[in-house]
C-alpha cells in the first residue's frame, strides 16, 4: 500500500536553532499533504495543510513565519521549525491522501512521525 | 465546525472479550469517517473509510460501521497485540479550503491476557 514516511523520527535540538522535517509519499504524488502536531495523550492537531507550489494553509493560532512549511514537488515537503524553543518539543505527524474523488480510493496515510526535544 | 467525539476515552479488555468503541461527528456534509490505530510514539495506521451511511468494512477481528450520527469499531475476540489507541476522524466535503481531518480524541484500548 501507500507509505508516507517522515525524516528524522527523532531530533534534539538547541534553543534559538532550527530544524527540518521531511515528509516523503513514497509509492505516490500527492499534491496536498498535511502536517499535524500531537501532545502526549492528546489527539492529533492539525497545523497546516501543505500545496505542491503554492503557498501553506495554517490552522489559526500556527505561527506560519515558526514553522516554515515548503512543498517543492509532488511527493516532497518540509516543515521547519525555525528559533525553536522547549515549547515547542512535540511529535509531528504529516500525511497524503491517495486518490482524488468521493467515495472510493479517498485514503489518508499518515508518516512515522517525528519526535522534536528542544534543550 | 466539524467535531468528533469518541468514547469511551479508555477501554480495558480480557482477551476474547468483544466490544465496541464509539464516535459521534458532526460535520457539514461527510466526505469520509476514517478509522486509524496508533501505537505509542508511532504515527496513526490506516485501517478503515467509510462513506455513506450503513456502510460496514471488516478488517481481521475489527468491523466498523457508519451511521449518518455516529460510527463503531467492533472488536471481535480481541488479542493483546489489539492494544493501542483508535483514532476516529471525519474530513468533510468542501470544494476548496480545509480538506484535512479533523481528530477525536482517541480511545485507548488495553487488552489483557
Known amino acids: 500500500g501507500a507509505v508516507v514516511s517522515q525524516h528524522p523520527s527523532r531530533v534534539i535540538c538547541k534553543s534559538g536553532t532550527s530544524v527540518k522535517i521531511e515528509c516523503r509519499s513514497l509509492?505516490?504524488?500527492?499534491?496536498?499533504m498535511f502536517w499535524y502536531r500531537q501532545f502526549p495523550k492528546q489527539s492529533l492537531m492539525l497545523m497546516a495543510t501543505s500545496n505542491e507550489g503554492s503557498k501553506a494553509t495554517y490552522e489559526q493560532g500556527v505561527e506560519k513565519d515558526k514553522f516554515l512549511i515548503n512543498h517543492a514537488s509532488l511527493t516532497l515537503s518540509t516543515l521547519t521549525v525555525t528559533s525553536a524553543h522547549p515549547e515547542d518539543s512535540s511529535f509531528y505527524i504529516c500525511?497524503?491522501?491517495?486518490?482524488?474523488?468521493?467515495?472510493?480510493?479517498?485514503?489518508?496515510?499518515f508518516g512515522e512521525g517525528s519526535w522534536l526535544t528542544v534543550v | 465546525e466539524d467535531q468528533v467525539t469518541q468514547s469511551p476515552e479508555a477501554l480495558r479488555l480480557q482477551e476474547g472479550e468483544s466490544s465496541s468503541l464509539n464516535c459521534s461527528y458532526t460535520?457539514?456534509?461527510?466526505?469520509?469517517l476514517f478509522w486509524y490505530r496508533q501505537d505509542p510514539g508511532k504515527g496513526p495506521e490506516f485501517l478503515f473509510t467509510l462513506y455513506s451511511a450503513g456502510e460496514e468494512k471488516e478488517k481481521e477481528r475489527l468491523k466498523a460501521t457508519l451511521t449518518k450520527k455516529e460510527s463503531f469499531l467492533h472488536i471481535t475476540a480481541p488479542k493483546p497485540e489489539d492494544s493501542a489507541t483508535y483514532l476516529c476522524?471525519?474530513?468533510?466535503?468542501?470544494?476548496?479550503?480545509?480538506?484535512?481531518?479533523?481528530f477525536g480524541s482517541g480511545t485507548r484500548l488495553q487488552v489483557q491476557p
Open positions: 476522524a471525519v474530513q468533510a466535503m468542501r470544494e476548496t479550503g480545509r480538506r484535512a481531518l479533523t
Open positions: 460535520v457539514s456534509g461527510l466526505r469520509g
Open positions: 500525511s497524503a491522501r491517495v486518490g482524488t474523488g468521493v467515495g472510493s480510493g479517498n485514503t489518508i496515510y
Open positions: 509509492d505516490f504524488q500527492a499534491t496536498t
